[in-house]
Structures are given as structure tokens and as C-alpha cells.
């Protein structure tokens, strides 16, 4: 993420900030390995995050409410920007943002990567582009 993209989302409505103390161990071998991936620290978190809570909820809830929560290709690929930055997908920020939508083939690659079942795969396909 750039320093540009980081002031964008501090005044934007849409970002919040969390705080938080972790071992300076653990703080180092996170940085480390951001910066090595090139993922920005703040979109590693967001989908740490994301998987945490589907995991916590999912014995709260059944699959198909959680599927219902992802429920078009923007809320998949923002909950897992780090997994498919190596997808070979172009323009992961913009559909994430959902300013362009993703090819057919883009959309299937994101799917495989994913390992989405191919019923969920319809349903997202039909509300991303239906």
C-alpha cells in the first residue's frame, strides 16, 4: 500500500483503526513478512480478521448465512486480498473496490484459488453480475 492509499482510508468513513498489543516478537515476523510479500499490513489484518470471525460465528450460524455474507465477488476478494495476490489476477485493489468487475476467467481463477464450491461459486456470480 502506498502512503497515498494509507491517507485515503484514514479519512475515509469506510476504514476504522484497531489498536492493539502483540509480543514484539510476533509484531516483527508479521512486519517482516508483509513487506516481504508485499501485502500491506492493514490488508493481512482485514482478512485475519475476517477469517476469525467466520470461524467464531460459524458455530453460531449455518454455512449458507455465511455464504449470504459473501454474497458478491468484492466481498470475496476484499476478505482475501493476501491469498490471491499470487493468483496472477491484475488489479486487486480496484476490484476489491469494486470499480471494475473481473473477467470471466479472472472470476473463475479467483474461485479456484479460493477452493469456492461451484454452488457458491453461482450464487456469487449471479449477484456480482446479475
Known sequence: MT????TEK??????????GYIPAELAQEFKSLCASE??????????????????KTASNSSKSEQANRMTTIVDVIGANMTKLRRSGVENL???AKGEVL???GEFAIIMSSLSIPEEEQKMIWQKTFI
Open 3 to 6: 502512503a497515498h492509499e494509507s
Open 10 to 19: 484514514r479519512r475515509c468513513d469506510d476504514y476504522k483503526q484497531i489498536i
Open 38 to 55: 508485499g501485502v500491506s499490513q492493514g490488508d493481512a489484518l482485514s482478512e485475519m480478521i475476517r477469517e476469525w470471525l467466520d470461524k
Open 93 to 95: 485493489q480496484a476490484l
Open 102 to 104: 473481473p473477467s470471466p
